[in-house]
């Protein structure tokens, strides 16, 4: 056994290595042909720029208003993710430590709510917006269901709710009731422990929900497109609109900026969070 384990360990350093270096090549590629000049796309695609054309990010960002959409991305993720973590937090909470009729039936609607895939039901849910716009044309003679950051950012809660208490849900059996029961016993009411005692022990869990649903607010594309169909788009959005302006101009700098620009936050989040994600669990892992 312990043959095979050193002779596997060589093996693992190599494909860790394989993937570390297929998702940096291509991120490395963007960010120096992000600061070449228009000319320098005609030669050979991996030599180094020439100098620090800056500029191509200031184009992207003002001209090609890759700001505002950059903004509105923020904006929607922000809001989407205060919205899931304040709903999903009391209700894995109820389902995990109370008993209550027809508890079960809601876990078997949560579980369900996995197995819908977002991008299948947005013409549904484009046509039942459109429908409560025309229902409220008085009071909202331009709109207010479409075309509304708010909204889209309330979607993308309502779909991933599902998933983030089912998470959540199997963290919090995993905690010993020991901890809530000395709580009590301190003059804790029910949502003191769930906020001071319950929630920093599920901080990897949460932290982990967190992360899941920012890629998945921030990378949308199919729904930001559908629900905002005015000038306010997300950056995924707005980024297809900057690859069809700059293929026909040839301008290809500005593009590769318009991509740094969306895949740097990803990157920085996701960098920040994965440490913290695993400073919880070494520190603030359930002890027996």
Same mark, same amino acid.
């Given at each position: ?32 042909? !992000?600061?070449?000049?228009? /000319?320098?796309?005609? /030669? ?18 003002? &001209? ?7 903004? &509105? ?14 709903? !999903? ?99 804790? !009411? ?8 319950? +929630? ?7 932290? &982990? ?28 959005? /707005? ?15 500005? +593009? ?33």
């Amino acid at each position: 056994m312990t043959t095979i384990k050193r002779a596997g360990r060589p093996l693992t350093y190599v494909l860790v290595t394989a993937i570390a270096l297929a998702i940096a090549v291509p991120v490395g590629w963007v960010l120096l042909a !992000s600061l070449k000049e228009k /000319g320098e796309f005609y /030669g050979s695609p991996w030599t180094l720029p020439e100098g620090l054309h800056v500029r191509n990010y200031a184009d992207a960002f003002v &001209t090609a208003r890759m700001g505002r959409y950059f903004f &509105t991305s923020v904006l929607v993720t922000v809001l989407g993710l205060v919205f899931v973590v304040a709903v !999903s937090v009391p209700a894995a909470y109820v389902i995990a430590r109370y008993e209550f009729r027809g508890r079960g039936l809601v876990e078997v609607a949560m579980l369900a709510g996995l197995f819908v895939n977002v991008n299948y039901i947005v013409v549904p849910i484009f046509l039942m917006l459109v429908g409560w716009d025309r229902a409220l044309a008085d009071v909202f003679p331009d709109g207010f269901f479409i075309d509304n950051p708010g909204v889209l950012s309330l979607v993308y809660a309502a779909t991933s709710i599902p998933f983030t208490i089912y998470l959540l849900t199997a963290y919090f059996r995993s905690i010993p009731a020991d901890y809530e029961e000395a709580a009590a016993l301190d003059g804790a !009411s029910r949502f003191q422990v769930m906020v001071r005692v319950m +929630l920093p022990m599920a901080r990897p869990a949460l932290t &982990t929900v967190i992360l899941f649903n920012f890629l998945a607010y921030w990378n949308d594309f199919i729904i930001a497109l559908t629900l905002l169909p005015g000038e306010g788009k997300t950056l995924q959005v /707005g980024l297809l609109n900057l690859m069809t302006a700059q293929k026909a101009a040839a301008d290809y700098g500005r +593009l590769y900026a318009g991509m740094v620009i969306v895949i740097v936050p990803v990157l920085i989040f996701y960098a920040l969070i994965q440490r913290r994600l695993i400073e919880g669990m070494a520190s603030g892992g359930v002890k027996g």
